[in-house]
């Protein structure tokens, strides 16, 4: 069983739709992270959550919206998208986030298709 | 500014052969970590190895070995005798202030 759950893993939602990306974290993690991996593209660090604050968002478009109810739980909230906002999200945990040798562990992504 | 550059875009092998992943940074953090990552097709980043910049003793775990030499800036990969189930992208990464990942490895072998 992996340590980070993302669910759903597949989603096809219309520009108008509002949908939502769930992650959970069974690790005992305090900082989780969402990374958005597009075709041709490094990845992304989106947003940084430590201990359910946010402490980084990498001018990500308003339309993409996060929440941190608690230190194992973190969603995305998705509204009014483009089609290039399709690609794949990832969830991702940490021990602490400041700290350079935490090894950061991934979900298995969540595949978006924005039509 | 932090920079990992994976200068091979992608690379096919046939499977037993030996292969090497190159990964080269940049920094001017004093302490730092490595990792390499292994993304299958179903999407998840694996884990694999985390190295920190004041250890380059070389690691070997079953057919995966790692090079990390201090005086090039560079993080290799190998895959010695690989498998049909190495066919993966690679991520080579470098976190210092913050986490920077290379463009990644696409690593395909055939049968």
């Known amino acids: 069983e992996t340590g980070v759950t993302q669910t759903p893993r597949h989603l096809v939602m219309g520009m108008t739709n509002k949908k939502s990306l769930k992650c959970e974290q069974h690790?005992?993690?305090?900082?989780m992270y969402w990374y958005k991996q597009s075709a041709k593209k490094p990845l992304e660090l989106m947003f940084v959550?430590?201990?359910?604050?946010?402490?980084e968002n990498n001018s990500v478009p308003s339309r993409f919206s996060p929440e941190c109810p608690n230190s194992s739980h973190l969603f995305l909230h998705l509204h009014t998208l483009q089609p290039e906002d399709s690609a794949l999200y990832l969830c991702?945990?940490?021990?602490?986030?400041?700290?350079?040798?935490?090894?950061?562990?991934f979900g298995e992504g969540s595949w978006l298709t924005v039509v | 500014a932090q920079k990992v550059t994976q200068a091979q875009t992608e690379i096919s092998v046939v499977e037993k052969e030996d292969v090497t992943l190159d990964c080269v940074y940049e920094?001017?953090?004093?302490?730092?970590?490595l990792f390499w990552y292994k993304q299958p097709p179903s999407g998840e980043l694996v884990f694999l190895i985390r190295?920190?910049?004041?250890?380059?003793q070389n690691e070997i775990s079953g057919r995966y070995s790692w090079n990390f030499q201090k005086s090039t800036s560079s993080f290799n990969f190998t895959i010695t005798a690989s498998q049909v189930v190495d066919s993966a992208v690679y991520f080579c990464?470098?976190?210092?202030?913050?986490?920077?990942f290379g463009a990644g490895t696409r690593l395909t072998v055939k049968p």
């Open positions: 991702a945990s940490s021990q602490d986030e400041g700290s350079a040798g935490n090894t950061i562990y």
């Open positions: 690790l005992g993690h305090n900082a």
């Open positions: 959550y430590s201990l359910e604050e946010r402490v």
């Open positions: 920094t001017r953090d004093t302490t730092y970590y």
């Open positions: 190295r920190n910049s004041f250890d380059e």
């Open positions: 990464a470098l976190r210092g202030n913050d986490m920077r």
